[in-house]
């Protein structure tokens, strides 16, 4: 009877180990059938399909939620192009994992977003209108790798960051890493990603959170691995990484959007443009009278000889 105790108590502990999520690190994993949850909020838990990525709102939600209880989470290719200036906050997300278009952050503030949960208007209040959800469709990664012993092989660093993304990220589609740009002396990698417009069965925004966690901070995946294209037998292990995302429509920031920054720049500027006016208008008003007074010494100068 004891032998069959035991059997089944170490059959119980192997499905245990047996259920967790690879694509999340913070989820919680119940067998029998195996379910994984991230908890999202309060006795908020999201089912994960532990199969694909993490949807990024749902992420963004619980890394919020760990940072509220002290539980830190580790961790321009056209003019239209934006960063993503504004940082993690908590956001409204679809029942799946889709960002609403509008977001509030439980404030009176709102702002329109794109796919991947970046501002893309100025703020507003809470009649701001955000018609429909504007998809990105092309992504621009620019990496800088730690050194290396040997210099890398050039031609063959566009295959290895495609497989690599492949592998890593749910079988990624390859080809649309569209170009890979390499300047050997900063040391620094430039990625395109890109899409159809109007293309819904690929969602770039889902690889390229992963992707900056895994460079920017600590992996999300549960084994820890880092993203580290290898070449020629070289693993580019990256120290840093921004991200432009290119929407399907261009943003609709305006100058109340400017920082004080490049506020406080363009005012110095512009009264450097106004000083040299200035300048510019004296000495040629002193040179007239210059002139003028010439003119008339000339007639006088004449008559004396």
Known sequence: MWIIVVLAALVAVASSQSCSCRTMKWATCEPDP?????????????VLN???????????KAEMFRLKKGQRAVGKPVEHAFVDNDGIYDPDCESDGTFKAKQCNGTDTCWCVNSAGVRRTD?????????????THWL??????KELPKAIDQSKLKDAIANAISERYDNFNKSLVENVEYDPDGRVIVVDV?????????????????????IKDLPLFKDQAKFEPAV????????????YYVDEEPPTFTMKALTGGIIAVIVVVVLLVVVGL?????????????QKQYAKAEPREMEAM
């Open 50 to 60: 532990c199969d694909k990525m993490v949807p990024k709102c749902f992420l963004m």
């Open 140 to 145: 621009r990664f620019q990496m800088k790798h």
């Open 232 to 243: 020629n037998g070289q693993n580019l292990a990256m120290e840093d990484v921004l991200v």
């Open 34 to 46: 195996c379910v994984c949850t991230l908890l999202l909020g309060n006795n908020e838990k999201q």
């Open 123 to 135: 703020k507003g209040d809470a009649n701001l209108k955000c018609e429909k959800l504007v998809y």
């Open 278 to 290: 200035l300048l510019l208008f004296f000495l040629n008003r002193r040179q007239n009278m210059q």
């Open 194 to 214: 890109k899409k159809e417009i109007g293309d819904r069965t690929t969602d770039l925004t889902h690889m390229a959170y992963y992707l900056e966690k895994d």
